[in-house]
T-cell receptor, first 116, second 112 residues
Framework: DTEVTQTPKHLVMGMTNKKSLKCEQH?????MYWYKQKAKKPPELMFV???????INESVPSRFSPECPNSSLLNLHLHALQPEDSALYLC???????????????FGPGTRLTVL | TQLLEQSPQFLSIQEGENLTVYCNSS?????LQWYRQEPGEGPVLLVT?????EVKKLKRLTFQFGDARKDSSLHITAAQPGDTGLYLC????????????FGSGTKLNVKP
C-alpha cells in the first residue's frame, strides 16, 4: 500500500476563518511533508516532520501551523489566510533517510484551497 | 537559481514520436525521483534511481541516472496521448536529509 490520503479534497474559506487540512499514511514512513503548489509550477516545500518532530520550516508565515499528532497523521492548521495563499496543498511521506539508504516521497491527491 | 535544472519546459509532439526530458545539477543526489502529475492532482511516483549509471525501464519509459549522480533523463518511446501531463524530477541531496529539490517541470502534450 503506497497510499497517502488527504482531506478535504476542496476547501473554500474566508480570510477570517480557521480550518485544518489532514493527511494520513499507513506505510510506516517516519518523514512527512507539506508542500504548496501554484498552477504550472513545481511543489514548494513548506514543512518537514521527522519522527514526529518538526525538522524543516521553510520560513512559512505563522498563519500556517503544522502539527504531527502521531507517526501516521499530519495536519496543517490555517488561520487568517490571504487570497494569494490559494493553491494546491500537497502532503507527502517517505522513509526518513536517517533510517535507510535512500528516500522516495509518495504524495497524496492534494487539497485545492481557495481563499476569498 | 534552481538546484535541479529541468528541460525542456514544454513539449508538444505527435503521437508516435520519441522524446527525452533532462534534469541536471552540479550537486550529488542520494536518489532521484521522476513523477507525472495531472492538473489538480498529486504527483504520482514513476521511478526512483539510486545508483550511478543506473537504467530503469517502465514499459515505454526509460530512466537513466548519471554516473556521478548529478543528472538524470527520462526517455519516452512512441509517445501516446495518455502520456500527456506534467513531468517532475526531484532529488534528495547527499548532505541534506529529507529535503527534496524539484525541477521546474516539463509540460508534455501528445497530440493524437
Amino acid at each position: 500500500d503506497t497510499e497517502v490520503t488527504q482531506t478535504p479534497k476542496h476547501l473554500v474559506m474566508g480570510m477570517t476563518n480557521k480550518k485544518s487540512l489532514k493527511c494520513e499514511q499507513h506505510m510506516g514512513h517516519r518523514a512527512m511533508y507539506w508542500y504548496k503548489q501554484k498552477a504550472k509550477k513545481p511543489p514548494e516545500l513548506m514543512f518537514v516532520y521527522s519522527y514526529e518532530k518538526l525538522s524543516i520550516n521553510e520560513s512559512v508565515p505563522s498563519r500556517f501551523s503544522p502539527e504531527c499528532p502521531n507517526s501516521s497523521l499530519l495536519n496543517l492548521h490555517l488561520h487568517a489566510l490571504q487570497p494569494e495563499d490559494s493553491a494546491l496543498y500537497l502532503c507527502a511521506s517517505s522513509q526518513d533517510r536517517t533510517s535507510g539508504y535512500y528516500n522516495e516521497q509518495f504524495f497524496g491527491p492534494g487539497t485545492r484551497l481557495t481563499v476569498l | 537559481t534552481q538546484l535541479l535544472e529541468q528541460s525542456p519546459q514544454f513539449l508538444s509532439i505527435q503521437e508516435g514520436e520519441n522524446l527525452t526530458v533532462y534534469c541536471n545539477s552540479s550537486s550529488v543526489f542520494s536518489s532521484l525521483q521522476w513523477y507525472r502529475q495531472e492538473p489538480g492532482e498529486g504527483p504520482v511516483l514513476l521511478v526512483t534511481v539510486v545508483t550511478g549509471g543506473e537504467v530503469k525501464k517502465l514499459k515505454r519509459l526509460t530512466f537513466q541516472f548519471g554516473d556521478a549522480r548529478k543528472d538524470s533523463s527520462l526517455h519516452i518511446t512512441a509517445a501516446q496521448p495518455g502520456d500527456t501531463g506534467l513531468y517532475l524530477c526531484a532529488g534528495e541531496c547527499l548532505d541534506n536529509f529529507n529535503k527534496f529539490y524539484f525541477g521546474s517541470g516539463t509540460k508534455l502534450n501528445v497530440k493524437p
